[in-house]
């Protein structure tokens, strides 16, 4: 289980939800079912319009991911991931702050997903 708190200049107070780590649900799908008016479009990793900041909360130490092509190329043309972010998610797969909804697989982390609510900003 995680608890992923969702917080928007479009909410009146931040939402937290418990989602069931390693189901294959993306954070997006999290959200809709949930409600929370997190923007998407082509919910496949192109458009970037899910993009959003993830902040961990949890004492333990994050879990690794490798990123997809799909996601690194979307970000980059985003202008949202620094060198040294690459560099992390290639050599230690540890990723970015920022992070597309659509593509993001929920794990048992406890994490605070931040957006803006315009598609693409953050
Ligand atoms: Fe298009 Fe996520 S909805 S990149």
Do not use: W
């Not at 540890?94 to 931040?114: F, G, N, T, W």
Request: proline share 6%.
């Amino acid at each position: 289980m995680a608890n992923v708190t969702f917080n928007s200049p479009l909410m009146e107070k931040d939402v937290t939800v418990y989602a069931i780590a390693g189901d294959t649900h993306t954070l997006l799908k999290v959200a809709q079912k949930n409600k929370i008016p997190l923007p998407f479009e082509c919910e496949d990793g192109e458009c970037g319009s899910c993009v959003m900041e993830v902040v961990y909360l949890s004492d333990k130490p994050r879990l690794g991911q490798a990123l997809t092509e799909k996601e690194r190329a979307t970000l980059l043309a985003a202008g949202k991931l620094s060198k040294h972010d690459i560099h992390e998610a290639e050599v230690n797969d540890m990723p970015p702050s920022y992070r597309l909804a659509c593509q993001y697989i929920v794990r048992d982390e406890d994490i605070l997903v931040k957006f803006s609510g315009e598609p693409g900003v953050t």
